[in-house]
């Protein structure tokens, strides 16, 4: 019996070991999980949904590049998607609308902010591209080109082969999903109104859904196999190439979409919470505005 | 904004022989030197590692990838206990070296066995002297095979029945055939699509490319 449950448990423990160890990974993932941890200690909060957000969205991207999701995601077309939906569309979804970014900074060490991140973050070096990257529409085109990019089939091929290449995949996925979503929850230009904040951003999120689907339906229905590599490397589940295939565009193509819909309700419910008090305001200046919605009437009357 | 103007123009002085060295020398590199070869196969130059592993071959003497310096080695993985691919693979690697005469002396074909359970160095051998003298086993441990597997980014799977020997049971393997040069330089990826004519060719263009003037 003991011996049954040891054999279990170490199964087990096997799946969560990486299949090929990134100390890079596990030194990322610790220190921001140490850093929330710590500027939530100095901030006095205590863990609420937002750091559950954060850290089911941190272990997400953990969980499939440093465990043995990561095996069969280099031998199984299904779970590389399902890998790449985590890495690009639910990980970095769930870190961003949990607005970190307070939180860490608290968390970081005061001679390391003043000295390195703020000056960082100061420079036009960074200001300048990252504001460019965090164009709501320039951050949505890079966010459908880079599926794209890494679909092409024979870029995809090299991929699967190259560890280099297949590293610098996932972590542009993974960086890129967080330029995106932060750019859908968290940044707003100064001086813009709401009306114009929720909409371009929900309209941003509209706009991405369609080329995703697109190219999932292509791929899920097609009828030849776009991705040779797999079958050239040896298979790791009992699935025939092409249920992969379908498997892996139907992944592409409805939760991927999904995603939009989430962020946009997400803005949607941020946005009511803002409107109240826009709305008072419209009641208190109701008075002054209605002369002023006549005054083309009565300016033609004039002339 | 005549200041503005000034920096830019001096920017520009700098940018503009970048550029154009720049483009010159994609120009170069592009037209020059010899012309790209055309292969039946997939080029990997520089894609994999070179050829590296610690296994023991039929001979039960423990090898490295070192050892085959100095040949076009064709790497390809497999089990004897194969029903249909990797007889076929092997016979069609088996044509080709037919097929490059004494030019076959220059190719080293290294079939690896992935179920070290069956395949022990004996039966190895007699496997693969049945398709070609010039062929040679290849198998080691768990952590061996799995160290080579990973470094050529191919995965191998047990289905129902293993480890038992008495029953029959299937291994899952990669399909692919890695051509080295004999530097030891991983070179060509060969899938299943292609004939045993398209190898030979390959193989007849790698020699002629690592002993030039031969």
């Known amino acids: ?86 890495l690009h569309h639910i990980g970095p979804f769930l870190i961003a609308v949990s607005a970190p970014a307070p939180v860490l900074a608290a968390g970081l060490p005061k001679a390391i902010r003043s000295h390195v991140v703020d000056p960082l973050v100061r420079s036009p070096l960074i200001r300048t591209p990252f504001r460019v990257i965090q164009q709501p529409f320039v951050a949505g085109f890079l966010f459908v080109a880079i599926i794209y990019f890494w679909l092409e089939p024979s870029i995809h091929f090299y991929a699967m082969l190259s560890i280099p290449l297949y590293n610098t995949m996932n972590w542009g996925m993974a960086i890129d999903g967080l330029l995106f979503w932060w750019m859908i929850f968290n940044l707003r230009q100064p001086g813009e109104p709401d009306v114009r904040h929720y909409g371009v951003r929900m309209l941003v999120l509209f706009l991405v859904m369609f080329p995703q689907i697109v190219l999932g339906a292509f791929i899920a229905l097609s009828t030849t196999d776009l991705y040779s590599i797999y079958n050239l490397c040896g298979r790791v589940l009992p699935l025939s190439v092409l249920q992969e295939q379908v498997l892996g565009g139907l992944v592409t193509w409805i939760p991927a979409a999904m995603m939009s819909v989430l962020g946009a309700l997400v803005l949607l419910v941020r946005w009511m919470r803002v409107m109240p008090t826009s709305a008072s305001e419209d009641i208190n200046s109701f008075q002054d505005r209605w002369p002023a919605a006549n005054l083309p009437r009565d300016s033609l009357k004039i002339s | 904004m005549q200041l503005n103007g000034v920096r830019i123009r001096a920017g520009a002085r700098m940018i503009a022989p970048a550029l154009t060295t720049l483009i010159i ?189 031969q």
């Open chain 1, 1 to 86: 019996m003991l011996e049954l449950v040891y054999h279990h448990l170490s199964r087990g423990a096997a799946c969560l070991l990486p299949y090929e160890f990134s100390p890079t990974v596990l030194v990322v993932c610790l220190l921001s999980g140490w850093l929330y941890y710590r500027g939530l200690r100095r901030l006095g909060r205590r863990p609420g949904w937002d750091a559950l957000l954060f850290g089911v969205g941190l272990v997400s991207i953990y969980v499939v590049l440093q465990t043995q999701v990561d095996y069969y995601g280099r031998f199984s077309f299904f779970i590389h998607r399902v890998q790449h939906l985590v």
């Open chain 2, 25 to 213: 020398s994609l120009v170069l590199v592009g037209c020059g030197g010899k012309a790209p070869a055309k292969w039946n196969a997939t080029d990997i130059s520089g894609v994999m590692e070179p050829l590296t592993f610690n296994l023991t071959d039929d001979h039960d003497k423990s090898v490295t990838g070192k050892d085959y310096r100095g040949k076009v080695v064709m790497l390809y993985f497999g089990y004897t206990f194969c029903p249909d691919v990797c007889p076929q693979t092997l016979t069609r690697l088996a044509t080709s070296l037919k097929a490059l005469g004494k030019q076959a002396e220059k190719v080293q074909v290294l079939f690896v066995s992935v179920d070290p359970n069956r395949d022990t160095p004996q039966v190895l051998r007699e496997y693969v002297k049945y398709f070609s003298p010039q062929m040679l086993g290849l198998t080691g441990t768990q952590s061996e095979l799995k160290d080579v597997t990973k470094r050529y980014r191919v995965a191998y799977s047990y289905g129902k029945g293993y480890p038992d020997k008495k029953t029959f049971y299937v291994v899952n393997h990669s399909a692919s055939i890695y051509i080295f040069d004999p530097k030891g330089n991983a070179r060509l990826l060969v899938d299943q699509q292609e004939t045993s004519e398209q190898i030979t060719a390959d193989l007849k263009q790698m020699i002629a490319q690592s002993w030039p003037g």
